[in-house]
């Protein structure tokens, strides 16, 4: 019974999150870009990293990567992020620092994870096997998270940690795709998709299992074409 209130609980918060969002992000400029090419971005990485890399610890491999992201995500600019590159057991991950977890939202100190190596045939979803566009598309996702979690209160982020062990950690993370999109990223988290199946031996535009916790290629793909802000970068394929 417990879990199914805090169940309901995480799915109304992530509604009425989601419809927060949709007004607050408006407005806000969306800088979208098909394809980020590394040589190109490479030239600008002071540029990114004076504007974007305050308060930041990135990760190692990544740094440009992780400041290309950060760059669609302007309530981040002075948020304290650190971005660990590790052995650990999910291929990425992003929550608040649970020492800082008490302090208000902006006050805290939120964490990106990145998992560093994977047995067998696992190695091939490392952020280090795929492209520079698809590795911005995931931190991006990750970072979307982060933004999320401004908007959380202790008891919310505590009640979002319950929601994993429950159906609604499906509707978490879709809505957190959704979230990736609307920032200016759907591009690269599309390619992000893309290359995950396709390493796993799927067809990428097969036809979306709507339980997948994560949104598919096709859906990605629909919700850029509803999206102005998209329109001009479809001449691009």
């Given at each position: 019974?417990l ?12 509604s009425?999150?989601?419809t ?6 408006s407005s806000l400029?969306v800088a979208?870009v ?5 040589m190109e971005?490479?030239?600008l ?8 890399g ?21 309530e981040l600019?002075n948020?304290?992020i650190?971005?660990?590159v590790?052995?650990?057991?999910i ?5 608040p620092?649970w020492?800082s977890m008490?302090r208000?939202?902006?006050?805290r100190t939120y964490?990106?994870v ?6 067998g045939?696992?190695d091939e979803?490392?952020?280090k096997?795929?492209p520079f566009?698809?590795q911005i ?5 990750e ?10 209160s202790?008891?919310?982020?505590i009640n ?7 159906d609604?950690r ?9 979230r990736?999109?609307?920032y ?13 199946r396709?390493s ?11 339980a997948?916790t994560y949104?598919?290629p096709?859906e ?16 691009q394929?």
């Amino acid at each position: 019974m417990l879990l199914s209130l805090v169940a309901a609980g995480c799915l109304y918060s992530q509604s009425d999150h989601a419809t927060r969002l949709a007004a607050q992000t408006s407005s806000l400029p969306v800088a979208v870009v098909r394809e980020y090419v590394e040589m190109e971005q490479r030239q600008l990485f002071e540029t990114l990293l004076a504007e974007f890399g305050r308060n930041k610890e990135l990760p190692e491999g990544f740094e440009l990567q992780a400041l290309v992201a950060l760059s669609h995500f302007p309530e981040l600019k002075n948020t304290r992020i650190r971005f660990i590159v590790d052995d650990v057991d999910i291929p990425l991950s992003s929550r608040p620092y649970w020492a800082s977890m008490l302090r208000s939202a902006g006050m805290r100190t939120y964490l990106v994870v990145i998992d560093s190596e994977r047995d067998g045939e696992r190695d091939e979803v490392l952020l280090k096997r795929q492209p520079f566009n698809a590795q911005i598309g995931i931190i991006g996702h990750e970072l979307a998270h982060t933004v999320y979690y401004l908007d959380r209160s202790f008891f919310g982020i505590i009640n979002d940690a319950l929601c994993q062990l429950s159906d609604c950690r499906v509707n978490f993370e879709r809505q957190t795709d959704r979230r990736t999109v609307e920032y200016g990223l759907g591009w690269q988290r599309f390619d992000h998709s893309v290359f995950i199946r396709t390493s796993r031996g799927l067809d990428p535009m097969a036809e979306p299992n709507s339980a997948s916790t994560y949104l598919g290629p096709p859906e990605l793909l629909n919700i850029m074409e509803a999206d102005p802000a998209y329109r001009a970068t479809f001449s691009q394929l």
